[in-house]
C-alpha cells in the first residue's frame, strides 16, 4: 500500500477547526468581560487593539490551514473520483469567507478607533452572510454528487456544510454555523485520513 499524501490535510483541517473553536472561546471571553464593565449598558462592545491583533492572529493560522485543507481536498475528489464540480467553486468559498473575516475585523478596529458605524457593520456582515451561505448551499449541493461515498463521510459532510451554510443565510444563527463549519473541519480531516486505495464508486 502506498503512503498516504492527505495525512498532512487531514492534520491541517483539524487544526483549523481547533483555531476557529478557539477564535470563538476568546470572543466570547471578551464580549463577557466586556459586559460586565461599569456603566457600559447596551452599548455596543469595542475590545482593545491588543484583543482584535490576538484573535485576528489565530483566525489567521486557522485560516492558511484551512485554505490548505480545502486545496487538498480539491486534489483529493480529482485523484480518487474524477470529480471537477467544485474545482473553481472552491476558491469562490474561500474569497467569500476571507472577505467576511477582513470586514468583519476592520470594523472592529474603526470601532476602536470611534469611526465605525454599528449600523454599517450590521449591513455588511448581513449582506456577507447571505453572500457565504447561498455559497456553501452551492459547494454542499454540488458535493453530492462525487461518485463515492468519500469513504463513509459523504452524507454528514454534504449535511452538515448544509445546516451551517443556511445558518449564514439566516445570518441570526451565524454563530451556530461556524460551528458547524468547524465540526465539517474534523469531518474532512477524517476523509484525509484513509488511505490512498480506491473505493467501490457508487451507482449514480
Known sequence: MSANRYVAAGWASIASAVGTFAVLGLSFV???????????????????LRQVALVASVDAVAWALGIYALIRFRDLLRERYEFHAVDHLIWVVIGAGLLAAIVSYGHRLMMLEGAGSVAAGFASMLVLGILNGIVGIVFATRLRRVNGNLNGY????????????????????????????????????????RGEELEELEVV
Open 30 to 48: 471578551f464580549e463577557l468581560a466586556k459586559g460586565f464593565e461599569p456603566g457600559r449598558g447596551i452599548a455596543p462592545t469595542v475590545w482593545t
Open 154 to 193: 459523504k452524507n454528514a459532510l454534504v449535511y452538515v456544510y448544509l445546516a451551517g451554510s443556511i445558518c449564514f443565510l439566516l445570518v441570526v444563527p451565524a454563530l451556530v454555523g461556524m460551528v458547524l463549519l468547524s465540526v465539517w473541519g474534523v469531518l474532512l480531516g477524517l476523509v484525509f485520513f
